[in-house]
């Protein structure tokens, strides 16, 4: 079926005219139609405007042109703006929201031909672990659907793992991109702080922010993220690097290069499945001919405490800008300070209220140096333990997640517990590494997908890339495919 | 740090948040015991440790200042709970 394949198999029948942009997208269409009342992985979309993107699409390959994503359906987180689509965060307090103008990310993935579409379900403004913080409902784990996807780009996760869509975009501010795509069985890539623009991502973390690809192999990663890196003069915080060829790189070869265990992530709390799973994906490295280093993260007990500082700050002054005046959703008020009250009383979700409540108090007069500064600083020790490790080894291997998906309703009522769930993958975000998590094995009953997680250096998505890739040609993990 | 207590209605007004009773007591609880958690980070001497904002320091990004396009009028206000002539209507600020 045509909604199975990857990015570069799909384009590749495209270019021998074997198969339509037309049908591709039809397929995924069907499937979303059979299986997205039991997934709810989008929160809309409209056909209508997807299949005249893939008319436009047959036009340009049947007048030969070679764009790398040509005829290619993509769909998108709903954090991202695209240009005369519906944009909420997942949030009440967005109302009826239409954005005037497109990410820089989606700018790019248009120029190179993709089909762009749909908006996809998420915990509301990014804030979560499980997509059950979403004003639109919850979204269901494909491989379980008692099961949450992980969040916060569950529905991107769900979406690509159920083929209702060839590829998907998320974002990453803690974890959101890795945890989902590990509990969903699929690849999902955090680059490098600064590798993709963040113009037309609506902020929630603003130094820790980072968009990244939902995919069904490594090499599809490779593909978006060289079509959407690179730097803009609409984000300042975005580097002028250069932007290789991603997919050059996936040669298999990753003999000789040194892989760190940081002992540190071999904590109690670890499922033994999980553990077992990892150990094995470790040993397969040793057969392709890498080098094991033990290797010591020593600051990784601080780190969830660490982002609930700066991620709830950061959110506290973002999201100010909801505030009933410029757009979406009002509540009146007798004053503006009234209005402004009622209507993100009345807009915003339990955890964004928590979050932001949280990050208002750390930036409050008296506590800022106490809580916010201190944070800062401990985030520069968490940094410097990477870049220590780094001058040791290429990447580093850990679990994506503690455990597999658990339970919708299981950890809603407990914060703390749903933040501990984000333990491996958040310091990614506080040192502005990159990251990915693939496809590693299963548990036994339920089926369940687990994740290994490799961390990269700064801008080291190459190496990072390849040697997910070495993996996954040795492996069949990434193959498997949820009974929906 | 200080004392994992959040006077709750205080830190809501700053942040203009409209919270019902039962919400003010239920944050108050669950973030009495995320404080007690980040507490740990106490335990870290960070004395001459630079603070870190940004994981890839740039500094000074600035741009040509010249005229460019901008967000069309009407494209601006299309979202606008309430506007008129051009104009986001708001309540009365001056009286």
Known sequence: MLNQLTISELTAKLAKREVSAREATQACLDQIARVDGKIHAFISYNAADALAQADAADKLIASGAKNSLLGVPIAIKDVLAVKNQPLNCASKI??????????????KL???????FGRLNMDEFAMGSSTENSAFGLTRNPWDTTRIPGGSSGGSAAAVAADECIASLGTDTGGSIRQPAALCGCVGLKPTYGRISRYGLVAFASSLDQIGPFTK????????????SGVDPRDSTSVPEIVPNYSAALDGNIRGMKLGLPKEYMIGG???????AVDAAVKQYEKLGAE???????????????????ATAEASANLARF???????????????????????????AEVKRRIILGTYVLSSGYHDAY??????????????????????????????PTAAFKAGEKSGDPLQMYLSDIFTISCNLAGICGISIPCGFTKT???????????????????????????????WHKEKPAI | MASAEIDVKYVAHLARLALTPEEEKQLGAQLGSILGYIEKLRELDVSGVEPTAHAVPMVNVTRADKVRESLATEDALRNAPRQANGLFIVPKIVE
Request: glycine fraction near 8%; aromatic fraction near 8%.
């Open chain 1, 94 to 107: 967005l109302g009826n929201f239409t954005s005037t103008y497109d990410a820089t990310a989606i700018e």
């Open chain 1, 110 to 116: 248009k120029a190179a031909g993709a089909i762009v």
């Open chain 1, 217 to 228: 192999d490594v090499r599809d990663s490779a593909i978006l993220l060289g079509a959407m």
């Open chain 1, 270 to 276: 670890l499922d033994a499945e999980v553990k077992a």
């Open chain 1, 292 to 310: 094991i280093v033990e290797i010591s993260l020593p600051h990784t007990d601080y780190a969830v405490a660490t982002y609930y500082i700066i």
């Open chain 1, 323 to 349: 505030d009933g005046i410029r757009y979406g959703a009002r509540v009146e008020g007798n004053d503006p300070v009234e209005l402004y009250a009622k209507t993100r009383g009345a807009g915003f979700g």
């Open chain 1, 372 to 401: 916010y500064l201190h944070a800062q600083k401990v985030r520069t020790l968490i940094r410097n333990d990477f870049l220590k490790a780094f001058e040791k080894v290429d990447a580093i291997v850990t679990p994506t997640t």
């Open chain 1, 446 to 476: 339920p089926k369940l997908p687990i994740g290994l997680q490799l961390l990269g250096k700064p801008f080291g998505e190459e190496s990072l890339l390849k040697i997910a890739h070495a993996y996954e040609q040795v492996t069949g």
